[in-house]
């Protein structure tokens, strides 16, 4: 793996030189919607299921959607409601309870050597219900704070679209393997550089508004994450089983959460979602822990 396909790299570096020179983050920051098309569509070209596998992976689908938007999302709207007192952060964070799972869940699965159908089968179902399920949950939590026109016309931009076109690159994914990981890592490292750029001046002047966002993050994404992956193993799960319902139940898709958040809320709204990468990572290590150990 080269240095350029290494994504923790890119989500340090990108909130690295978006804190020490934040200066393009303004420009950068206008095209975070079309980083995002790019970064959406590449990553959704995994997600080729046939009939079948989709009727045997049926109920472990309904769990994937269980995991993410039950209990992640329950998690992080409750820790935020008592932990999170700035109003724009959140309703970042609403944001971020409304969107779907990360699309890392599907090669952090493969990368664990965990059962990689349930991730695929989990992924289209759970981006499917975002659909009806992201507005609703922004609007009861926002309400009149968001406009549901905008919503629908973001999450049409976000997510109807990279699956229409990734539909039509899932024949030639090999034209795309030597490019593609690099590519989403460029466009995520500029969404999240864009984030903390645009929130430099907020983190700078008041840094204890930092550590409430840094806090759900550590409850949502290691405190949900740690419980599914425990609580499974103990059920006598098996371990290629625990691990995608583990990341489901740990990873929203921060880069559709920022990118959300900036179009219908404000920039300070989608810090929540640049901190997330972070975790996403840390817990990823901490994940390879676990399935070695039991």
Known sequence: MTILENTSVFFIAAIIIGLVYPN?????????????I??????????NLTRKDTRENASASLKAVLLSYGLLTGVTILAAYMLVPDPEHFAGFIVMAAAPPAVAVIPFTYLLKGNTKIALGGELLNYLLALALAPLITIIFLGSAVDVFEIMKALSLIIILPLIISRGLINHPH???SLQKITVN??????NYSVIGLNHASIFTDAMAIWPI???HFLTVFGAGTLVYVAGRRMRV??????PYTLFGAFKNGGMSATLAILLISPAASLPAALHGAFTISFFVLLGYLVRRC
């Not at 393009?24 to 995002?36: C, D, E, K, P, R």
């Not at 098996?238 to 691990?243: A, F, G, L, S, Y």
């Open 238 to 243: 098996k371990k290629e089983t625990c691990i």
């Open 214 to 216: 840094l806090i759900v």
């Open 24 to 36: 393009f983050s303004g420009f950068t920051g206008q095209y975070i919607i079309l980083f995002f």
């Open 175 to 177: 034209s795309l393997d």
């Open 38 to 47: 790019v970064a959406a569509t590449l990553s959704l070209t995994h997600l």
């Open 186 to 191: 460029f466009c995520f490292g500029f969404i």
